[in-house]
């Protein structure tokens, strides 16, 4: 770095002259809270939808594989996208139109309105996805980015976690529809603080032939493991469908379209940073799948007291986050105001992944003597170790990005964490079955753990020389290279 301070210009800054746009921050938050929300929250309806609309308990499930299929499959091809697009127009266009596919869903009178209503709805929530971490790093000066990229690192798992309970508050007292509708004030309040702090930029382009094939590919072998694992806990015969991924994700890895992608993860020494965002994604998915099941069918504990049990986990973490973001930016500013690499993120995602994996294993010994409090505080030490890890491993991940290509690593280690959400339930549920009874809850709950744990040393390890020269360029590189 050459004369470049704390507050110099980075492609694509939001924040000028030093100033920080913590409201953007916020908006950030707020809307990876309600993408991340409508992953889970319209679960809880699908017996009430089925009813409504006068379809099967399979047709009605579309409800919730139309969001998630399309955020999931075009997470890669939208972050490609998106380096060569202005950020205002992106975001103002994909969080209208996430509102409006809401109000559409909430309005649907037979099922294949609310299945394409859904569809669409995921490929804008698969642009909101990728946008957010890139807005939160883009908003602030670089010595507050673990603090900036905490927000949304903790609000997006926090509206995973608290979907069910909204949606079933939701259905109890307003009906299925409103399950849809209650996001669309957020939108609206997104849009606002968007249009009016954000600069005007040089507007969307259509994706090119290249793009719209690469989606082709990626998408097709992105949805064909999703659904895999999404059918196979009720029929393992879906399994046979995830080889149907294999050959398109082949051909887009070896093409034009993947190999910029794996090689800037390469470069920059990421490959293990994403694999520990899977574990650990894959490992609380798992475990939140065991706990609730087990507390509720084979201890007896009403539905009430293991959601107020399984709340201790998003509790943990929501108090957590904000400290973790402090933690890793405390040494990020001494370092470099001695001209040294900012490194502070590494040891507190360390710690916070070991925390995590620590309650986790302590969950294991529980067997068929749990009690709810047994399981809180443990879901709560885990809560808080996935608290401190998300900012820092987020603001580890994006501060390594090579500057031209924030968006297609977001959108790589997004697509680690949403594949970590869907494997671990799967996981699990073979686990549990294979052994059976209460040996089948030790073995779902020792994958949950194990999985946790492999994200500890991934972590710890520190990247090749290329990883710390993008860290420190990222800060310096002119701000000629706005997209």
Known sequence: MTGHSPGSAQPGRISVGGEDRWLLVGVAGLLSFVAMLDMNIVNVALTDIADGLHVSAATAQWAVLGYQL??????????RWLDGAGMRSALLVA???????????????????????RLAQGAFGAVLFVLMPVLALRSVRPELR????????????LGAVTGPAVGGLLLDHLGWRAVFLVKIPFCLLALVVAWRA???????????????????????GVAALLLALTLAPGSPGWLVLALAAVPPS????????????????RATGLLRAHTAVLALAAGFAAMHYVVALHLQRDDGVSATTTGLTVLAFPLGMGLAGPVGGRLADLPHARLRSRGGT?????????????LTATGLLLLVPLGGDWSPVDVAWRLALAGLGMGLNG??????VMGAAPPDRTATVGSSVQLARSLGFTLGPALATAAWGLAGGDDGVRAGLSLAAVAACVAVPLLARRGRGPALEHEMSTDAAPAAHHP
């Open 70 to 79: 399309p955020v999931v499959a075009l997470l890669l091809p939208v972050g």
């Open 95 to 117: 969080t209208a139109g996430f509102a409006l596919c809401s109000a559409l869903a909430a309005a649907a009178p037979w099922a294949p309105w609310l299945v394409t209503a």
């Open 146 to 157: 673990g603090r900036a990229m905490s927000v949304p690192a903790t609000l997006g798992p």
């Open 198 to 220: 954000m600069p005007r930029d040089g507007g969307l382009r259509l994706p090119d032939r290249r793009s719209a094939a690469d989606a082709l590919l990626v998408g097709s």
């Open 250 to 265: 082949w051909w887009w890895l070896r093409g034009p379209g993947g190999r910029p992608v794996v090689g800037a993860l």
């Open 342 to 354: 900012p490194t502070g993120a590494r040891p507190v995602a360390v710690t916070g992944a070991a």
């Open 391 to 396: 900012g820092p491993t987020q603001a580890l």
